[in-house]
């Protein structure tokens, strides 16, 4: 029994001994899989969404908010270009692994910068949102659905986020990830196109349906 | 010695290299101790900053503090305890070994009481905790049927009641079925695959003790307000009540997160970590099983935590997800439960089908029926499973549409079902059963899951289940899937394992009592509520109509006998885990991986990485194998099998060699798992005599390829036995005496003497005088043919073939030729005879006596006919031609051609070997 031929579990820095050749790694799968979790839990609030909205609200949406008498009303515009910084981060964030591919290390770095940039951008100007809104999650169940919905999403951004920065610190001060090895780095940003492509749906769900 | 060391072997020298010991228990738990109470103060001032910040008013809210200061307490404990050390060394950039061991495998039972990484070790942690809850569960249930044992408020109030069922419901479900077959799997699974651990053993870890964060939680909520809107926590009911309630609801996150976390670590390991050959057809079910169950709980979870969040923040934030004054669903809350829930059905179930197959197929000896059909059922149990979930809300006031499709699915899923059932009675039909105790408990689970399985198909019918929806007939359904389905199978699994989990074997005939004890008692106790339901009765209510007296007290008189059940399970597994006899690495003969290493496995399980060669059930095929276990290289490499046989005690006196017990312990050393020492109680006197014998019946197990040794002891058999028992581990004894009658031992009541003081397993083997002395048929044991007339009573004769027998083991056969020269008939012949009788007599006495087997008789005929009756009629290997000193037997012709090949030789009764010329040694 020696230390050597012992190996267990996944390596996330891609510095361990490489295991038996498989086709996916076990970084990438298991948050595959964890993201189909993410998107049941997503999924649940959706159908409350959507039961508050057709079931009981009978198609008046959105509702009259009886504290002002008026119906409720969502910024639809800044949001669409809040949405806009959030994909593109999703882009920035895919150059910066394809620079990756080239052995590009210094691009990789800065990808990820930059998509922590606008994934930042995009918390403030939600936050700020929230702020001006002028209704509660105690307003009415439109306001109930609208925080959770987009509160969980705002979690989910901060994680990504700090997924992200893990990574930029792994690259930059241990100078991980190799081309063909990064399973740290690949699982991050599945998580983090997760993030996005779920936005989007929210966005089109919640702000224009 | 096992050639694996065992999990609580401290680990080789080799293993130390780059490994920091981890600190001891008291580091971990002082830091868990110091977070966790510094958690309440950062609660407490988060939630003041956070409520002044948005301008709240009142700043205090008793219920936001709780909620915040319980979830902070949960995730502090679990940063304290040191779930998240590596990972924090990981994301602030620091150097991390992902080669670190150090938190792996138990040395001693401290190791169980800090994180731990090792999926055995774990494996255990969940097995004794959920078991603790099951306890905790349990007395909750013997509440409610106190309650319940006559009509009126008698034990306790309304309010308090509603608190025993919830909790009772909940501490079961949430802690003890779901995650004890986490705990199962956690041990078996990888061992099953031929994987060193799992894929992600830290994040185990964490599934672990966040369990352990909510069964705390869980078990504390009756201290701050009894929670109790049932395990199903319907709104409005849930959003009222107590702090109590709150803890729930964050309790089934914790647990919620602990169970995905395990489900993805689980799929990850199915489908990465597999051993090479193991192609999916070739998986044991148990690992079909927990695939699946891990894909339902991937997908399905999420959904009840969403229900418990929306819960959450309308009792404690206001929001109005069910409050329809402010426009919110009451009814959606059932949907979004009831997603996951009926799916949690299975949850709770098919890692049981699991179980079941892997021990009928054990126990039948024959390969399981229908492997593929059972695979590709389960599957479609969980597909089907997500189709069903309004079943469980026929009379709510949903919408009226969704019910017969509800109806029509719920009816489909009886089908996969039907099929495992019969997939299961197929593997048993012609098998060659062992009816030992997990085989009992599943035998006895295909019983009571079909009667469940069956009375699913009368509340899945909308038109029945309008009538009996909240009655006593729904707990009845509940309690035979539940009790009679998930529960045997985890005890089923829990004996099958145990030898393998503890490395002793329990005790046999405990597990008798107690699968006896738990299938009567459950059917009696759940039964007669079939009838209650349908009479009206309804469930979740403290009290009932007088007419339902006689029958509830019935029922909870009967549910003691369950208890009484219960008490033996746990004084077996404690004692039997404490001082149970070594387990082997195979008790069971099994063919999957987990059997083919030691018990318990070695650290890494698998030293060098195992090879399938075919599937996992080829029980009775000639040839045919699952896998390969190889050695390390310390050991040279050669496949990997068990050296540590289980010992098997031998006690006989003149019995000692005799054919029959001989052939009873040929037969047992085939199986492969023994190794026999004989215990010959003696007296000084005849001692030596007693040794001959022993020697001779161990030159007969050697020359066969028995392993087996054996000493005589000048003691009474009571104390002889003693000594040996205190030296080694004994399975088995078998105990060999005459027939009742010719038997000292048998007059002293020795047999169930012994039972009774050894307390393992005895067999008692009765041998017949004749056939103790006759001679063994073997050519270890030399057959001597001693022919001799006169002087045959010398005593110098018997002297000399003692002599012989100390040299080398044999047995004797005294022929006493008689040359009569007066009529055959003539009384002067009969004379003879008697008197050449007497002499062979004394002969055959004192050579019996000096524990030689020895046959004999007189005949009529020369010395020649002699001869060729030794080796004809009994295979004599020599014959020894005894004269008295200065006789002479003179070799003829006649001699040399009846002894064949057989050596002659001439010895006189004195006790020397003669050196007559002439004599034949043989041709
Ligand atoms: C043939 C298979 C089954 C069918 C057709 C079936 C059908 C049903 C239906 C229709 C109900 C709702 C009764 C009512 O509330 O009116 C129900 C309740 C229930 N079933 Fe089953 N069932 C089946 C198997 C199982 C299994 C395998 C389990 C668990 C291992 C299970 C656990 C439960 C539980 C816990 C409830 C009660 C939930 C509550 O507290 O209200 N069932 N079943
Ligand atoms: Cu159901």
């Known amino acids: 029994m020696t230390t050597e031929n012992i190996t267990l579990g996944t390596d996330l820095s891609g510095s361990g001994p490489v295991e038996q050749p498989r086709h996916i790694s076990q970084a990438t799968l298991v948050m595959l899989l964890f993201l189909g979790s993410e998107a049941m839990l997503f999924a649940s609030f959706f159908t409350a969404y959507f039961m508050v909205r057709f079931n009981v609200a009978d198609n008046v949406w959105p509702p009259i908010d009886p504290a002002t008498g008026k119906a409720f009303v969502l910024p639809i515009a800044v949001t669409g270009v809040n949405t806009l910084f959030l994909v593109s981060s999703s882009f920035t964030l895919w150059w910066g692994e394809h620079r990756l591919q080239h052995g590009d290390r210094k691009a990789l770095e800065r990808g990820l910068l930059v998509t922590i940039g606008l994934g930042l951008t995009f918390l403030v100007v939600q936050f700020n949102e929230y702020w001006h809104l002028g209704f509660s999650p105690q307003s009415q169940a439109f306001g109930t659905t609208f925080y959770t919905l987009t509160g969980l999403h705002g979690l989910h951004v901060i994680v990504g986020l700090c997924l992200l920065t893990i990574c930029y610190v792994r690259a930059r001060r241990r100078r991980e990830f190799q081309p063909d090895r990064a399973p740290m780095l690949w699982a991050s940003s599945l998580y983090w196109h997760f993030v996005d492509v779920v936005w989007v749906l929210l966005y089109f769900l919640v702000y224009l349906l | ?147 319940l044992a006559q009509p009126g408020e008698n034990f306790v109030n309304g309010q308090t009641y509603n608190g025993l069922f919830s909790m009772h419901a909940t501490v079961m479900i949430f802690g003890f079925v779901i995650p004890v077959f986490s705990g199962l799997a956690n041990y078996v699974l990888p061992l099953m695959i031929g994987a060193k651990d799992m894929a992600f053993p830290r994040l185990n870890a964490l599934s672990f003790w966040l369990l352990v964060v909510a069964a705390v939680l869980l078990i504390s909520a009756p201290a701050f307000g009894a929670f109790s809107a049932g395990w199903t926590a319907y709104p409005t009911l849930a959003l009222q009540g107590s702090t109590g309630t709150t803890m729930f609801e964050l309790a089934v996150q914790f647990a919620g997160a602990s169970t995905i976390a395990t489900a993805l670590n689980f799929m990850v390991t199915i489908v990465t970590m597999r051993a090479p050959g193991m192609t999916v057809w070739r998986m044991p079910l148990l690992v079909w099983a927990n695939a699946t169950t891990s894909a339902l709980v991937v997908f399905g979870t999420p959904f009840i935590a969403g229900s418990q969040f929306m819960n959450l923040f309308d009792r404690v934030m206001g929001t109005n997800f069910f409050n329809s004054a402010n426009g919110g669903d009451v009814l959606m809350y059932q949907h ?138 729904v707990v009845a359904h509940i309690h035979y899937v539940f009790f009679g389905g998930s529960v045997m199978t985890i005890f089923a699994g829990t004996y099958y394992w145990f030898p393998k989990m503890t490395g002793r074997m329990y005790n046999e005939k405990l597990g008798v009592w107690h699968f006896w004890l738990t299938f009567i008692g459950m059917n009696l106790t759940f039964f007669p509520m079939h009838w209650l339901g349908t009479q009206g009765m309804p469930r979740r209510v403290s009290d009932y109509a007088p007419r339902f007296a006689n029958v509830n007290l019935f029922i909870s008189i009967a549910s003691l006998i369950m208890v009484a059940g219960t008490i033996v399970f746990f004084y077996n597994m404690i004692w039997s885990w404490a001082k149970g006899p070594k387990a082997p690495w195979n008790p069971w003969r099994g063919r999957t991986l987990e059997w083919l290493v030691s018990s318990p496995p070695s650290l890494f399980n698998f030293d060098v990485t195992p090879q399938v060669v075919g599937g996992p059930y080829q029980y009775g095929i000639p040839g045919a194998r699952h896998a390969v276990v190889f050695a390390g290289p310390e050991l040279g490499g050669g496949e990997l099998t068990e050296t540590d046989k289980r010992l098997v005690l031998v006690v006989a006196d003149e019995a000692v060699a005799s054919a029959s017990l001989i052939e009873d312990i040929r037969r047992r050393s085939a199986e492969g798992y023994w190794r026999f020492t004989y215990v010959v109680p003696s007296n000084p006197d005849e001692h030596r ?235």
């Not at chain 2, 602030?92 to 009481?113: F, I, N």
């Not at chain 2, 030992?436 to 035998?443: C, D, E, G, N, Q």
Request: net charge negative.
């Open chain 2, 336 to 473: 979004v439960f009831w997603f996951y829930s009926h799916p949690a059905v299975y949850i709770m179930m098919l890692p049981g089908f699991g179980i079941v197959s892997e021990v009928i197929a054990t126990f039948s000896r024959k390969p399981i029926f229908g492997y593929r059909a059972i695979a590709f059922s389960t599957v479609a149990i969980a597909i089907l499973g997500f189709g069903v979930w309004a079943h469980h809300m026929f009379v709510s006031g949903m919408a009226a549409w969704i019910r017969i499709p509800m109806m029509m699915m719920t009816v489909l899923i009886a089908v996969p079902t039907g099929i495992k059932i019969f997939s299961w009675l197929g593997t048993m039909w012609g098998g060659k059963i062992h009816l030992k105790t997990p085989m009992l408990f599943a035998m006895g689970f295909i019983v009571t899951f079909t009667i469940g399985g069956l009375s699913g198909i009368y509340l899945g019918a909308l038109p029945s289940d309008i009538a009996m929806h909240s009655t006593y007939f």
């Open chain 2, 689 to 923: 005599a007693a040794e001959r014998r022993l020697h001779a019946a161990l030159a007969v197990l050697a020359e066969n390829g028995v392993e087996a040794n054996g000493t005589v002891i000048d003691a009474p058999p009571m104390q002889a036995i003693d000594s040996v028992m205190r030296e080694d581990t004994v399975h088995e004894i078998i105990l060999t005496t005459y027939p009742l009658g010719s038997s000292d031992w048998l007059d002293q009541d020795l047999v169930d003497r012994v039972r009774k003081a050894a307390g393992v397993g005895l067999t008692h083997l009765t041998v017949l005088p004749g056939e103790a002395h006759a001679a063994a048929a073997s050519v270890a044991v030399e057959k001597v043919a001693l022919i001799a007339n006169y002087g045959i009573d010398d005593a110098g004769l018997t002297d000399l073939v003692k002599s012989r027998a100390d040299a080398k083991p044999l047995s004797a056969i005294v022929l006493c030729p008689l040359s009569l020269d007066v009529p055959s008939g003539s009384p002067e012949a009969e004379d003879l005879r008697n008197e050449a009788s007497g002499r062979t007599a004394i002969l055959i006495a004192r050579l019996q006596d000096a524990g030689i087997q020895t046959r004999g008789e007189v005949l009529d005929g020369s010395v020649a006919a002699a001869v060729k009756i030794a080796r004809t009629a009994h295979r004599a290997d020599i014959a020894l031609l005894a004269t008295r000193p200065g006789d002479q037997v003179e070799i003829t012709d006649e001699i040399t051609e009846a002894a064949g090949t057989m050596t002659v030789e001439q010895v006189t009764t004195d006790g020397h070997t003669s050196t007559a010329p002439g004599a034949s040694e043989g041709r």
């Open chain 2, 1 to 147: 010695m096992a050639t694996h060391a065992p999990t609580h072997a401290p680990s080789g020298p080799g293993h130390d290299t780059g490994h920091h010991a981890p600190p001891p228990l008291s580091h971990w738990w002082k830091r868990a101790f110091v977070w966790v109470v510094s958690s309440i103060f950062a609660a407490l001032g988060v939630t003041w900053f956070v409520r002044w910040a948005w301008g709240f008013s009142p700043l205090w809210n008793y219920e936001v503090y709780m909620t915040v200061i319980f979830a902070f307490m949960g995730i502090a404990f679990l940063i304290g305890i040191g779930c998240f050390d590596y990972w924090w060394d990981y994301l602030r950039g620091r150097k991390v070994s992902y080669e670190d061991h150090s938190m792996h495998g138990a040395t001693s039972w401290k190791d169980y009481l800090r994180p731990n990484t090792d999926h055995k070790v774990i494996g255990i942690q969940y097995l004794v905790l959920t078991f603790m809850a099951f306890v905790v569960a349990g007395l909750y249930a013997e509440g409610v049927r106190a309650q």
